[in-house]
């Protein structure tokens, strides 16, 4: 199976940028279709982003349209989370999880499998 690591959070201000990246080991990711979630303080889990296992299909949340790009590197084994124009209500854990497909990316939780541990996100006012 394959595990999943996410990094590049951190402490930013209003109108910033971080790039968030999911690393993969056990498995090449180049099979699965990756999600990022997020959760903020006492709220459930959201969709923010997800693509393909080729990269040819992303979708995105409509809070984050725009601002954030979805990509990947499957050479490298890794999904990156570009977060531009970040705003106080983008804070929280962000997730990346990831399903073993062929064509398709998902937007519901119950459609992962594999879930990394998270990395924190914090936009300053």
């Known amino acids: 199976q394959v595990q999943l690591v996410e990094s590049g959070g951190g402490l930013v201000q209003t109108g910033g940028s971080l790039r968030l990246s999911c690393a993969a080991s056990?498995?090449?990711?180049?099979?699965?279709?990756v999600g990022w979630f997020r959760q903020a303080p006492g709220k459930e889990r959201e969709f923010v982003a997800a693509?393909?296992?080729?990269?040819?299909?992303?979708g995105y949340a409509d809070s984050v349209k725009g601002r954030f790009t979805i990509s990947r590197d499957n050479a490298k084994n890794a999904v990156y989370l570009q977060t531009n124009i970040l705003k106080p209500d983008d804070t929280g854990v962000y997730y990346c999880?990831?399903?073993?497909?062929?064509?398709?990316?998902?937007?519901?939780?119950?459609?992962?499998?594999?879930w990394g541990q998270g990395t924190q996100v914090t936009v300053s006012p």
């Open positions: 693509i393909s296992a080729s990269g040819g299909l992303s």
């Open positions: 056990g498995r090449t990711l180049s099979s699965y279709a």
């Open positions: 999880a990831g399903r073993e497909t062929s064509h398709w990316y998902y937007r519901q939780e119950h459609e992962y499998n594999y």
